[in-house]
């Protein structure tokens, strides 16, 4: 089986020439046998490197996905293309499961779609050892990982029934965002060795990013709706309730948009959906329940309402945008509230006190983002363990070269020998309250008020101080992290600052876009 072989089919049933470079490291791997992982971002083309091998492999391919509002149309679009595919999740009945099970049998499709979820594991047994199962594809794979965004036990307990089958298939995972964790995780599970696990540039040319400090987030919509009229887009909220409110702005303003979220019923939701895909609304407002595996091309905005919990979900989000590989925005409208709305999702969440330390980290990061001074492409690429080089030009921080770099060395020194002298066992808020001298109660509970560093940037206001150290913290200077049972992140120094302590390098940031920063900090030599 050769990718010569594979590139004919490719033709000959998709009409495209060649496969992406991404795609053939994948299909080679997969055609010599080897279990593999594919990380490559939304709009890739991962779907092509499981439908060629199962073309060319004996047997039946099983394909296991979350996605099972889109099945049907996967399968259709397969079957108008030629090629024999059918899915089985909770939406057939048990008749037409065993119906579909008997034509499986009978040799009648290549590929069989299935959803794990809300099915029964027995049935899945009984599926699995009655067919010829040569090649398993786990599409969305950070669906097994615990350690992934979007984890579903029932999706980790058929990848566990899989591997206990008598004839091992071959398996190839496929996701879109995966951090080191969550490969790791994934190629331990599903026994995949290094050397056959393929990552794509992650980083999206055409996708220009922004992060804006907004005062009053609904106008700066309003305003990007009418510059931008004629064009598509989806708006991500947090809750439900915000989804309803600003939609209810936005179509009393005139504008034309659409709703989706989880209470919502079935035929309001699906309306939603066909009027965006039809073009015939610009814009929807949704909830995170919108989108996975969405397949709308033209998307050409995604605007985020609040902040997500991590950059995972952010950059899937996110990623909807641009998918025809047309230059598209993607708009994440900070504000310092969502910061305990979130810490509040995953404290009093049900999840184990690890792993909402581990939630709460991920989240330290997602703010890190929002106050990043550097390129946001480069930052949300080396996020997911990419060693990228170069600034992509287009997002807001890299259109925002233009004003001058402010030397802030001396700012930087006394906040970090601040910090030592707290004994890097304190956050953020603490930290600036004793920098600005202030005479809090909890300052003074804990002698901080007896330190040298005590009120050493009394010149700047509490504000201005806790913004310049979450700058420090996003450049890389301070490290946040959360430790056991702690509902705030732990300050503390790393190399580089230790470096600027040492008077061996300077620190420099733009300070003029970061709204979060109200005034140019007032040199004090
Ligand atoms: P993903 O699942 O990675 O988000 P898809 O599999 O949906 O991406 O592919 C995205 C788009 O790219 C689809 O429109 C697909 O037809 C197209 N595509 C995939 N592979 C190729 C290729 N080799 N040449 C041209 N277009 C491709």
């Known amino acids: 089986m050769s990718l010569e072989q594979a590139e004919l089919l490719l033709q000959k049933y ?30 890739g083309g991962k779907s092509i490197c499981y439908q060629i091998p199962a ?11 979350p996605l099972i509002s889109l099945m049907k149309d996967q399968v259709d679009g ?14 057939l009945s048990a008749e ?40 398993v594809t786990i599409d969305e794979a950070h669906c097994i990982s615990q350690w992934g965004h979007d984890f579903r036990p029932s999706y980790r307990s058929m990848a566990d029934m899989i591997l206990k089958l008598p004839r091992r298939p071959i398996i190839a995972a496929l996701t879109a965002t995966a951090t080191s964790d969550v490969r790791e995780d994934i190629a331990s599970l599903m026994k995949i060795p290094p050397s056959h696990i393929f990552s794509t540039k992650l980083r999206r040319e055409n996708l220009s990013f922004y992060v804006r400090h907004e005062e009053n987030r609904s106008e700066f919509i309003q305003n ?11 708006i991500y909220c947090a809750t439900r309730k915000e989804t309803d409110q600003l939609h209810a702005l936005l179509a009393g303003a005139g504008f034309s948009v659409a709703k989706y979220h989880g209470g919502m019923s079935e035929e ?4 939603a959906q066909e009027q965006f895909s039809y073009d015939q609304i610009q814009t929807i407002i949704a909830t995170n329940a919108f989108g996975m595996g969405i397949d709308k091309s033209n998307v050409r905005f995604v605007i985020h309402y609040n902040m997500p919990r991590n950059l995972e979900c952010y950059y899937q989000e996110a990623g909807r945008a641009g998918r025809d590989g047309e230059k598209s925005e993607c708009i994440l409208l900070f504000s310092p509230q969502d910061i305990p709305t979130q810490r509040y999702l995953i404290t009093h969440s049900d999840m184990t006190p690890e792993r909402k330390t581990y939630e709460l980290n991920k989240l330290q990061k997602m703010i890190n ?27 807001g921080n890299c259109r925002n070269q233009a004003g001058d770099l402010s030397d802030i060395t001396i ?16 956050g953020l808020t603490i930290i600036s309250k004793v920098l600005r001298g202030s005479k809090s109660k909890r300052v003074m509970e804990w002698d901080l008020h007896k330190l040298s560093t005590y009120g050493i940037l009394s010149e700047y206001t509490e504000k201005e101080i806790l913004g310049l150290c979450k700058r420090l913290a996003a450049e890389g200077y301070i490290s946040l992290a959360y430790e056991g049972g702690m509902s705030f992140p732990i300050a503390k120094l790393t190399n580089k600052a230790i470096e600027v302590l040492k008077g061996m390098r300077p620190v420099r940031i733009r300070l003029d876009h970061d709204q979060s920063l109200h005034s140019e900090p007032k040199r004090s030599h």
């Open 369 to 395: 983002y929002c106050h990043a001074g550097g390129c946001l492409q480069k930052e949300i690429v080396s996020y997911f363990g990419e060693k990228e080089t170069t600034t992509c030009g287009t997002c």
């Open 268 to 271: 309001e939701r699906n309306r």
């Open 96 to 135: 037409q499961i065993d119906q579909r099970i008997i034509r499986l049998k009978q040799g009648k499709y290549k590929l069989l779609y299935l959803a794990p979820e809300r099915l029964d594991s027995h049935r899945f047994q009984t599926i699995f050892e009655s067919l010829p199962i040569y090649f």
């Open 14 to 43: 998709f009409g495209y020439p060649t496969f992406r470079s991404g795609q053939k490291k994948i299909i080679e791997s997969i055609l010599a046998g080897h279990n593999t992982m594919g990380i490559m971002p939304t709009g």
């Open 224 to 234: 990007y709706l009418r510059q931008n009229e004629g064009k598509t887009g989806i």
């Open 411 to 426: 700012e930087a020194q006394k906040i970090f020998s601040c910090i030592k002298r707290m004994q890097e066992r304190f």
């Open 55 to 65: 073309l060319m492999f004996p047997g039946i391919t099983l394909v296991v996905s």
């Open 78 to 91: 397969l079957k108008e293309l030629g090629i024999p595919a059918t899915y089985i999740n909770s939406s």
